[in-house]
């Protein structure tokens, strides 16, 4: 008994050390295991290391083909098909290339977003080396385009070409590029040569070249896109199936660029090889055939045009195409006018084109506008009668008639039809900038014409005896309080018409008035219509069809309009007719009337001037805005006979000259010019005559012309010669006359010797020459300049057979003891020599000694006023020419600026003071200290920290004030200007 307990408690103990172990050498095996680390990558990556089996790749390319990337295209084109119904095109200028713009799609990003979302899915879950996946990005590449995020787009493509590039090692040295037959080739090669070739799947790869290309167009990168297209185009590997939309690339570029007739031969291959829709086609050929008409190619436009209708694309481009046919064909040799306006006769009898009626009104107009312009007119008119809800058409039937008007000089009602086309135009109108500029100026025209003619009513009726003043007066209270509660018939009191300021006006021109529709009701009469919308417009501005919209959204503003004060007494504006068109019937008396007319000396001296100053504004705005002299010359003409003693009599007759002289008119002109000398010789106008330089200019006027000309000179220096032409018309107009004349007209003259023919050039300068005889600065550097453009055929043969010297490493051997001589100058005279000479008197056996040089000219560099602001240059000017020199100092002290002086903003440029002398220039500093410190700056850390490639000996600094620098430019006179910087800026 005790032995078995003996042997069970042994039993025990073994079996408590054996669970003991065992459990200690289990939780030492849970301490030592290590942590599983979990895998994060994305499932493409993880299936990339699996094998590539036959099974695997069927089941990858078909997943990732109809679960993703089908959806994500069908996505993308739905998008796109929206777009193409979003835009209303106007057909009688130049279509877009593209029915959109990219930059102004206004897309919601949204759906552009799912496509890029379900394509990147599909990159990311499925096995990369899917065939599919390639096209994923190509998807991913075009939404980024349509969003027009260019950088992404750009990214993605060049991923595309990189990562799909060809692996095999034949195919290696194509994705570097390769000579075969001396052409290079970066393209991916696609098997073309069987029938079962086109049901291959084909790599995105030279898809994504053209979509690259694009994207570099879009950003405005022309040089880019050519290169790749150019490559592209002599590639012998580039797919033939993408030929069409290659040469649809190349049109692109050119149309983009405005360069149309190169444009037409891509565009036909587009056309001939492009897989685009029926309607893209279509529009190319629409194009191709404007493309042609604008080349006066009437033949080839016509069938480009028949072309577009047998694509049967949709009716309102099917009936342009029909439209640009007849007006095509009376541009044809031999071709009658009236035979196309037949043919639009019997295109509106059609039903089917009974909706595009207006169209051709318009179109018939366009036809005979040349060679009739009232018959074009009466076409516009009947345009504007027809109903139509097409908002483009009606707006370009207003811009029509106005510009027959304009260049009728019917500014009045070119006025009117401008802003009726300005109302109803919309933000994307081809020539909304052109209207409305016209539009504005003509205003300006308007209230001059209206000014001088309401008040030429008022003198009228102020001149009338008092007794039929009243008459009149009373007549016109009872009139004026019937017609605010009743219309008036036309012709009642035609007297007082011209106080109303109606009489400017015939009906027979307002906008949308034919002149036998005056007297119709509201409905039927267009004209009425057309004001009323643009009324409507005007008060209300652009609002849906919604209910109540005149309660929810108008109530504030008419209940504000109808709180506005009533009083008896007329408001103080110059428009008299509009002030009492405000007040109420109840309000209006004979005292309202003759509030404003002229009855006292002092008002009818007013009056007066108002006129004066009518006709002198009237004058400047024809010539300097309008561009026509005759109408100023004759808005002067009648302010003299009007007011022969107006105060501006002497600037009108100096105007009046320089007008008939411009326009050829010499006797006139001489007959003027006399008048300023013999009358006003006083004035600066006759010294501007004479000598070009007007007297007593204050400090106000000469800082105002110094910053024009300063902005005018700049703009020269860098180029942009449009604006030196623009700011001289401005100084021309704002100030007439300045003591900086002389150099406007040499500035002038310099331009239209960069930007005109060699004849405009050599003439200008000319004129400069006979000018200012006595303006020496002037005079030097005008002859100077005539004298290089009367040699410039000698300078070019010269330097054409000039040969220059080189070292082995082909770089030109310069040797700086050797002066460059010209043929045409004398032999530089040995000053050695010639100083050994004993001069003897001149005698008939005796040899006369060779005199030397005159001393080079002084240049009249001066000190500005210390108590003036000055504005100063910062000169680093080079001891030697180097291009390698100027630029490396141009960007590292581009560099130094951006990031020591932010706030001062100072510029960095280069400048080209001679073909040997080039600068480096920094500006511009408000005065002498802020360019002295500045100097001083540079000038102990440019060796050791700024530019420490280039050597001290190599360049020097100096400062320069704006005005010495204009002197330092005209005169070239640099040896003389380091001496004035010594003398007067260095101290020792």
């Known amino acids: 008994m005790n032995c078995s307990r003996s042997l069970y408690v042994r039993a025990c103990v073994v079996s408590l050390i054996l669970c003991s172990g065992a459990l200690a050498v289990f939780g030492q095996s849970q301490v030592n295991k290590p942590v599983k680390v979990e895998d994060r990558r994305p499932p493409s990556e993880k299936m990339a290391e ?13 997943v990732t083909r109809y679960n993703y990337y089908y959806h994500a295209k069908l996505k993308l084109e739905g998008v796109l098909k929206g777009i193409n119904t979003q835009r209303q095109d106007n057909y009688n200028v130049f279509l877009p290339f593209y029915p959109f713009s990219v930059d102004k799609l206004n897309l919601n990003t949204t759906d552009l977003d799912s496509v890029i979302q379900k394509a990147s899915v599909a990159v990311q879950i499925h096995d990369p080396r899917s065939k599919w996946i390639d096209d994923c990005y190509l998807l991913v590449g075009k939404a980024y385009y349509y969003k027009g995020d260019w950088e992404n787009a750009n990214n993605t493509f060049k991923y595309i070409n990189t990562t799909f590039a060809p692996k095999k090692k034949s195919e290696y040295s194509t994705v570097i590029g390769r000579s075969e037959d001396s052409q290079l080739s970066v393209s991916s090669r696609e098997k073309e040569k069987n029938w079962f070739s086109r049901f291959r799947h084909k790599s995105a790869r030279n898809d994504a070249f053209l979509w690259q290309a694009r994207v570099y167009l879009e950003e405005k990168k022309h040089d880019e896109a050519q290169s790749l297209l150019n490559i592209l185009e002599t590639d012998p590997y580039f797919p033939r199936r993408l030929e069409g939309q290659l040469a649809e690339l190349q049109a692109y570029r050119f149309y983009k660029q405005g360069l149309y007739r190169e444009t037409i031969e891509p565009l036909k291959v587009a056309i001939k090889k492009g897989k685009g829709s029926r309607d893209e ?38 009936f342009n195409a029909r439209v640009q046919i007849a007006r095509a064909n009376a541009k044809v040799s031999g071709a009658n006018m009236e035979q196309s306006l037949a043919a ?11 909706p595009f009626k207006d ?63 300005a109302s109803i135009m919309g933000p994307e109108f081809a020539d909304a900038e052109l209207v409305n500029t016209r539009k504005e100026v003509l205003t300006e025209v308007a209230k001059r014409i209206d000014l001088i003619n309401q ?7 102020a001149a009338l005896p008092a007794d039929q003043r009243e008459a009149l007066l009373a007549r016109k209270v009872t009139i004026i309080r019937n017609e605010k509660n009743a219309p008036v018939k036309k012709g009642e009191d035609q007297q007082y018409q011209a106080y109303n300021n109606n009489n400017r006006y015939n009906n027979s021109n307002a906008p949308g008035n034919n002149g036998d529709a005056a007297g119709d009701w509201y409905f039927y009469n267009t004209g009425s219509k057309s004001s009323g919308y643009s009324e409507f417009k005007r008060r209300w501005g652009n609002r849906q069809l919604s209910d109540n919209w005149r309660r929810s959204q108008g109530a504030s503003i008419a209940s504000s309009a109808n709180k506005q004060p009533l009083t008896d007494e007329l408001p103080a504006t110059d428009n008299v007719a509009a002030n009492i068109d405000r007040l109420p019937a109840d309000s209006i008396n004979s005292n309202v009337l003759a ?71 010499t006797q006139e002109a001489a007959r003027y010019k006399q008048i300023v000398l013999s009358q006003f010789g006083g004035t600066s106008y006759a010294n501007y005559i004479q000598f070009g330089l007007p007297k007593d200019e204050n400090k106000e006027r000469t800082k105002a012309v110094s910053a024009i000309y300063e902005s005018a000179y700049m703009a020269y220096l860098t180029g942009n010669y449009d604006t030196v032409l623009t700011l001289k018309r401005q100084a021309d107009s704002a100030f007439q006359f300045s003591s900086l004349q002389s150099r406007f007209d040499l500035l002038e003259a310099m331009t239209i010797i960069k930007t005109g023919t060699e004849d405009e050039g050599k003439n200008a300068i000319a004129a400069v020459i006979k000018k200012y005889p006595g303006d020496d600065i002037i005079l030097r550097q005008a002859t100077m300049i005539s004298d290089a453009l009367n040699k410039k055929k000698e300078v070019v043969d010269y330097l054409s057979n000039l040969q220059v010297a080189r070292d082995s490493a082909g770089n030109a051997i310069v040797d700086e003891n050797i002066s460059i001589r010209y043929p045409w100058q004398s032999p530089k005279p040995d000053l050695k020599d010639s100083a050994a000479v004993v001069q003897k008197p001149a005698t ?77 220039i920094f500006r511009l500093f408000p005065s002498e200290d802020k360019a002295l410190d500045y100097l001083d700056e540079i000038s102990k850390s440019a060796s050791s920290v700024i530019i420490p490639r280039i050597k001290p000996t190599e360049y020097k600094f100096f400062i320069i004030s704006r005005e010495n620098f204009i002197l330092l430019n005209n005169t070239k ?16």
């Open 973 to 988: 006179d640099i040896e003389g200007y380091k001496k004035f910087f010594n003398t007067n800026y260095i101290t020792e």
């Open 50 to 62: 699996k094998r590539w089996t036959i099974k695997r790749r069927l089941v990858q390319n078909t």
């Open 359 to 421: 169209a051709l009104y318009y179109n018939m107009a366009s036809i005979v506008a040349n060679d009739d312009p009232n018959r074009a007119l009466d076409y516009l008119h009947k345009a504007l009668k027809v109903e139509n809800p097409n908002m483009l058409q009606k707006t370009l039937t207003f811009k029509a008639i106005a510009d027959i008007h304009y260049f009728q000089k019917n500014y009045l009602i070119a006025q009117r039809y401008y802003d009726s086309t």
């Open 344 to 354: 639009l006769q019997r295109m509106m009898r059609k039903e089917r084109f009974l």
């Open 455 to 461: 008040e030429d009513s008022l003198q009228r009726i």
């Open 281 to 318: 086609r279509a529009r190319m050929s629409y194009i191709l055939g404007q493309l042609y008409f604008s080349q006066n190619v009437p033949d080839s436009a016509m069938d480009a045009f028949r072309d577009v209708i047998a694509r049967k694309p949709d009716a309102l481009m099917d």
């Open 844 to 920: 008939d056996s005796a040899a006369v000694a060779v005199a030397p040089p005159p001393p080079p000219p002084v240049t009249p560099y001066k000190l500005g006023d210390e108590k003036a602001a000055n504005p100063h240059f910062v000169v680093m000017y080079f001891t030697r020419v180097s291009k390698v020199l100027v630029d490396e100092a141009l960007a590292q002290f581009s560099k130094y600026n951006a990031e020591k002086h932010v706030t001062d903003k100072v510029e960095t440029s280069s400048f080209v003071l001679t073909p040997t002398e080039i600068m480096v």
């Open 595 to 665: 509030a404003n007319l002229p009855v006292t000396p002092e008002k009818l001296a007013e009056s007066r001037t108002k006129q004066m100053d009518a006709w002198y504004e009237l004058g400047k705005l024809y010539h300097d805005k309008l561009e026509n002299p005759r109408d100023a010359i004759a808005s002067y003409d009648s302010l003299l006979a009007r007011f022969p003693d107006n105060p501006r009599k002497a600037e009108i007759m100096y105007s009046l000259y320089v007008w008939h002289e411009k326009m050829g008119h």
